[in-house]
């Protein structure tokens, strides 16, 4: 298992840049994992499936490519539903929320 750092955390934690926010197709637009997070509990299964089905992926590219954490990518690109989703995002942000105090 590979642990994150306080520095990466913090990173992981950050707001996108404004050009890089993730818009979601209900028309919110995401500046980092915190907002994704709370989202995601709004967020209705038909916002959800057009963003993440079986052809791709928006949240788990947002998050390896702006956002940078490959782990929490991963974990969402493996999750087959959005309450895996919802419970892999929550339970990797805690975690770096610990690691960034």
Known sequence: MIM????EAIKYLSDAPAEQCFWANDGHVLKNIS????AFLQMNKDIYS???NKEKNDFSKWIGD????????????????KD?????LNSRLA???????
Do not use: M, P
């Open 35 to 38: 907002e994704l997070a709370g």
């Open 66 to 81: 702006i956002i940078g954490d490959k782990k929490l990518a991963n974990d969402l690109l493996s999750s087959k539903t």
């Open 4 to 7: 994150v750092t306080k520095e």
């Open 50 to 52: 057009y963003h993440a």
């Open 84 to 88: 895996s989703a919802v419970k892999k």
């Open 95 to 101: 975690l770096l929320k610990k690691k960034a105090e």
